[in-house]
T-cell receptor, first 115, second 115 residues
């Protein structure tokens, strides 16, 4: 059984650019959530995907978007990057058996720096 | 009402001692309370979790105590070891309309266990 993997590990972008981050779910999991963790803070929920549809979203603007693929892997896209987008982006996978996806297992994260 | 308040911000414990981290919440709709351990440069790792119908859960050296009436829960690390030195996050979750769960994290506690 493989854990959650994310790519790339680190990324440096310029303000105004666009970025795509990738996540592979843990084997057997069907739900993916994305979180943003600023330095020294707890993770903040961005959105969750289940069966290739976004089924919940946190307080993030529309320039944060995502995809989930039939193999349950996922992408996070951020357009028009701002300096405040610099953070660790975490993907968490879980299994929703019909009563919610409570146990969330995190990947190692992608460190995004916007200059 | 969505916040989870965590204390202390930092904690120093001698090897073999007991580490205690506390969290409080307001939203009575929360129905799942996990604790995560995060090492520098890594993603959070699920340590232990509890549901509100249970007052205590123990896994190895880690114990969650849950007080539903006070809306508080805590993590106890028995026989603390230098390898336990990390940042610990409490979190809370509920099933929202739309069928998604989002974890709401506390601000974190940086634990240092001295030899």
């Amino acid at each position: 059984e493989t854990g959650v993997t994310q790519s790339p590990t680190h990324l440096i972008k310029t303000r105004g650019q666009q970025v795509t981050l990738r996540c592979s779910s843990q084997s057997g999991h069907n739900t993916v959530s994305w979180y943003q963790q600023a330095l020294g803070q707890g993770p903040q929920f961005i959105f969750q995907y289940y069966r290739e549809e976004e089924n919940g979203r946190g307080n993030f603007p529309p320039r944060f978007s995502g995809l989930q693929f039939p193999n349950y892997s996922s992408e996070l896209n951020v357009n028009a990057l701002e300096l405040d987008d610099s953070a660790l982006y975490l993907c968490a996978s879980s299994l929703d058996g019909g009563q919610g996806a409570y146990e969330q297992y995190f990947g190692p994260g992608t460190r995004l720096t916007v200059t | 009402q969505q916040q989870v308040k965590q204390s202390p911000q930092s904690l120093i414990v001698q090897k073999g001692g007991i580490s205690i981290i506390n969290c409080a919440y307001e939203n009575t709709a929360f129905d799942y309370f996990p604790w995560y351990q995060q090492f520098p440069g890594k993603g959070p790792a699920l340590l232990i979790a509890i549901r509100p119908d249970v007052s205590e859960k123990k896994e190895g050296r880690f114990t969650i105590s849950f007080n539903k009436s006070a809306k508080q829960f805590s993590l106890h690390i028995m026989d603390s070891q230098p390898g336990d030195s990390a940042t610990y996050f409490c979190a809370a979750s509920q099933l929202f309309s739309g069928g998604y769960n989002k974890l709401i994290f506390g601000a974190g506690t940086r634990l240092a266990v001295h030899p």
